[in-house]
């Protein structure tokens, strides 16, 4: 299990989604955390210090690629990186990624070898 020892901070508004996602994650040995916001997301992050954090780009709100640039301007959360997941994934412009600071991505819905690919990326 290589994610033991190791923290995710799941953004996501979808129950149903944070429920398969922690499941997959907590079979791997990661602690996990949950935000159902972006604001909510940058206390934790700040608070927790998590080692990745997986973003959906749909969120109430602010974007997920806006909340991402929160990361990446936050000289403390800089350096945790961000994976990016959507059901529209393919249709997000490659350099908006990139610019908002996203690591890599992970197209919904999630497959456990499609997660721990993406995770194994950046971690």
């Keep these: ?3 033991t020892g190791k923290t ?7 129950v149903l989604n944070v429920k398969l996602v922690s499941d997959i994650l907590a079979a791997d040995g990661f602690r996990v955390l949950h935000a159902l916001d972006g604001r909510t997301a940058l206390d934790l992050a700040r608070r927790d ?20 640039r929160w990361f990446k301007d936050d000289a403390g ?9 959507s059901a529209f994934i393919e249709q997000i412009r490659r350099e908006d990624l990139s610019a ?24």
């Design 100 to 123: 908002a600071g996203v690591a890599a991505t992970c197209a919904k819905p999630v497959l456990a070898r499609n997660l721990m690919s993406a995770l194994r990326a950046v971690a």
């Design 49 to 68: 210090r998590p080692d990745i954090v997986l973003m959906d780009i749909q969120l109430p709100g602010n974007s997920g690629l806006e909340v991402a």
């Design 77 to 85: 959360l800089a350096a945790i990186p961000v994976v990016a997941i």
């Design 1 to 3: 299990m290589w994610g």
């Design 8 to 14: 995710v901070l799941v953004v996501e508004d979808n």
